[in-house]
């Protein structure tokens, strides 16, 4: 699968997750998708990311979560959206598998990356 075929991918199951969240109660807002390569390994540099990370490749996007009007801020009040978004596909990651937990992302792997 070429990249831009794994991004549309990506894009149809992000849209599937915010109208699996809104289904069940949950609201959303968009955190950051796109990364620029020079702003990664900024944050690569302060320890807030990875170099390599999937959203220079627009292969990741963070979202918000909300529970009634309330935003959510610890990784595991995102565990229902992580577990939903790994059975759409068996390349979806969810960042509070990470060991560094970082709730908020959804991403498609890419090149060993996940």
Same mark, same amino acid.
């Given at each position: ?19 699996? +969240? ?10 950051? +998708? ?81």
């Amino acid at each position: 699968m070429t990249l831009g075929e794994k991004q549309r991918r990506f894009a149809e199951l992000v849209g599937r997750l915010i109208a699996w +969240c809104y289904a069940n109660g949950f609201e959303l807002t968009f955190g950051e +998708c796109y990364r620029t390569p020079e702003q990664a390994a900024l944050n690569a540099k302060t320890g807030a990311g990875i170099s390599n990370s999937l959203h220079t490749k627009r292969l990741a996007i963070d979202v918000n979560l909300f529970v009634d009007g309330v935003y959510q801020q610890e990784s595991e009040a995102y565990r229902p959206l992580g577990d939903y978004w790994k059975t759409l596909d068996p390349e979806c990651a969810w960042g509070g598998d990470f060991t560094k937990k970082d709730g908020n992302h959804f991403s498609l792997a890419h090149e060993g990356v996940r």
